[in-house]
């Protein structure tokens, strides 16, 4: 998941000195996860949705940060990133 995800990679960069991240993690997650396969006896379902962690951003706030590099996969207004 984007979490744990996102605690290795603070966990492995406290001793980095280069961080590149060209992972495409999720802008949103579940907020609820099913425990097991939803039942389509439904027509239709609505899942609410939460915000991941920007794990890029979290990398270079860092106060001992390595140097960082990444990558942005958009779809708009390309050229502002």
């Known amino acids: 998941s984007a ?14 000195d280069v961080y590149v991240g060209t992972a495409a993690v999720a802008d949103y997650r579940p907020a609820a996860p099913a425990g097991r396969k939803i039942k ?15 794990i890029l951003s979290e990398v270079a706030a860092l106060q001992r940060r390595p ?5 942005a996969a958009e779809t708009d ?3 502002a990133y």
């Open 40 to 54: 389509k006896d439904r027509d239709a379902l609505s899942v609410e949705l939460i915000r991941n962690p920007d």
């Open 3 to 16: 979490l744990q995800m996102r605690d290795a990679v603070l966990s492995a960069v406290a001793t980095a």
């Open 67 to 71: 140097f960082t590099v990444g990558f």
């Open 77 to 79: 207004d390309v050229l």
